[in-house]
């Protein structure tokens, strides 16, 4: 597995609750040429990676502004590479996150994958 498989493999899991089968099946089509059993394993020893009782993997916020910068990472991606300004990227966040523009800006800066320049304009990172 390379590092581009993982990230992929974690990015989804961050967004949505998958099976193995599923997850074996995006590994497959990624070119991957692992077993189910090594998927499974593989997501069993990755940090954060969470299994519930009905057996789909996700992965678990570790800290809680985690969440809101996966989000923010969101709603900077939709606009397509646009620098925006806070306001916009918190017009576009889920409506169970409540937030200030202050506090977007902050995240953003710590984000890996995100650039905060000019007169506090957010950008996906070059």
Known sequence: ???????????????????????HERARLSG???????????????????????????VGASRPEE????AII???RSFAGKPIQAAQVRAR?????VTTNEQIL???RRAAGLDVFGPNLIR???
């Open 32 to 58: 991957l040429d692992w077993s189910r059993d090594q998927v499974e394993l593989f997501l069993l020893c990755a940090p954060g990676v969470e299994r519930d009782e009905s057996g789909t993997f996700h």
């Open 1 to 23: 597995m390379t590092l581009r498989h993982a990230e992929d493999l974690l990015d989804t899991l961050k967004r949505k609750r998958l099976s193995l089968d599923e997850l």
């Open 124 to 126: 996906i990172a070059p």
């Open 74 to 76: 969101d709603a900077v």
């Open 67 to 70: 969440a809101l910068e996966t």
């Open 93 to 97: 966040l889920p409506a169970d996150f």
């Open 106 to 108: 902050a995240i953003a």
